[in-house]
């Protein structure tokens, strides 16, 4: 069992920056693959992106590649997501995800193929 605590939201206007943090306690932080997911009022939810465990593989959405990058800390077991170039459209809830791996190279872009969630932290970007 893994804990998840999402940091760093707020407003920013478009065109600013967040970072995002995800905090981990429980079980080996560097034994999960981890991702990024996001909820928009009234809109469908979208994948943002995954990190494996061994940090070599990393997926992100086509709507935010170029603007977004995940990192992680693993001796912090902490993940980052950091968001540069922020549109309205990029406001939502964002949720922190983690799963076992079945490879250390391991990444998903279903959200159902992770186990835990985070309770998510809103992103508000204004025009």
């Known amino acids: 069992q893994v804990q998840l605590v999402e940091s760093g939201g707020g407003l920013v206007g478009s065109g600013g920056s967040l970072r995002l943090s995800c905090a981990a306690s429980g079980r080996t932080f560097n034994n999960y693959a981890m991702g990024w997911f996001r909820q928009a009022p009234g809109k469908e939810g979208e994948f943002v992106g995954a990190i494996s465990w061994n940090k070599l593989r990393v997926y992100y959405a086509d709507s935010v590649k170029g603007r977004f990058t995940i990192s992680r800390d693993n001796a912090k077991n902490t993940m980052y997501l950091q968001m540069n170039s922020l549109k309205p459209e990029d406001t939502a809830d964002y949720y922190c995800?983690?799963?076992?791996?079945?490879?250390?190279?391991?990444?998903?872009?279903?959200?159902?193929?992770?186990?835990?969630w985070g309770r998510g932290i809103q992103v508000t970007v204004s025009s």
């Open positions: 995800l983690a799963t076992t791996p079945i490879a250390s190279d391991y990444v998903s872009s279903a959200p159902s193929d992770y186990r835990f």
